[in-house]
Each structure stands twice: as C-alpha cells, then as structure tokens.
C-alpha cells in the first residue's frame, strides 16, 4: 500500500470553485486507478470520481457529474480534483483512494481501494 495526503480543501461560497491535490508515495503510482470519495457528517463515504491509471478514462457521480473533474499527473504522483459550481451539498470531508490492482479498471467500488488519504476538509456556505 502507499501513502496519500490531500490538499486544496478549504471553505468557499456556493457557485465558486476548488481544487484538491492528492500526493501518493510509495508504491508505483501511474499503474493504479485513483479516485475520490466523500463522506458527510451522519452520510456514509460515497463515491465522487474516478480515473484510470492511464487517465483515459473518468467516471463521475450523478450528484456531480458537469461540476468536477478528475485528472491526474503521473510524472508527479498526484491526481486532482477540480470542484466547479459548488453547492453547499458539496459540503464534506474529501479522501483520495487508490484501487488495489495494477491496471484495473475505472471503478466505484469502495471495496476496490486499499489506499486512502486522511482526508481534506470542503465547506461550501450558501
């Protein structure tokens, strides 16, 4: 397993913008799939984002879906998370994930990932 610290959370007006930085070390980085989730206060973790290891291909959450987008750098070890139009629903603790298996697929699955980050904080007020 390797190690992911987020960054770029912070509290900010409905409709503006952010964007979160997630820095992975310790394992070979460009050959996982990566994605964001998202827990509330009360809410369970749900999916947010997801990108291939090769950064091809992304796959969105209904609820942002047109909003946010995932990308990733490999020759840098991080993948980010823009966040546009925010709404204070966006209101949560946001964790980077890797999945478990070299050159898996995009996927949604919580139970996909091995690695996650501590979490970064996003407060959007109306």
């Known amino acids: 397993q390797g190690q992911l610290v987020e960054s770029g959370g912070g509290l900010v007006q409905a409709g503006g913008s952010l964007r979160l930085s997630c820095a992975a070390t310790?394992?070979?980085?460009?050959?996982?799939?990566m994605g964001w989730f998202r827990q509330a206060p009360g809410k369970e973790r749900e999916f947010v984002a997801a990108?291939?290891?090769?950064?091809?291909?992304?796959h969105y959450a209904d609820s942002v879906k047109g909003r946010f987008i995932i990308s990733r750098d490999n020759a840098k070890n991080t993948v980010y998370l823009q966040m546009n139009s925010l709404k204070p629903e966006d209101t949560a603790l946001y964790y980077c994930?890797?999945?478990?298996?070299?050159?898996?697929?995009?996927?949604?699955?919580?139970?996909?990932?091995?690695?996650w980050g501590q979490g970064t904080q996003v407060t959007v007020s109306s």
């Open positions: 310790g394992r070979s980085f460009s050959v996982y799939a």
């Open positions: 994930a890797g999945d478990r298996r070299p050159q898996g697929g995009v996927t949604w699955y919580r139970a996909a990932y091995d690695s």
């Open positions: 990108i291939s290891w090769s950064g091809g291909s992304t």
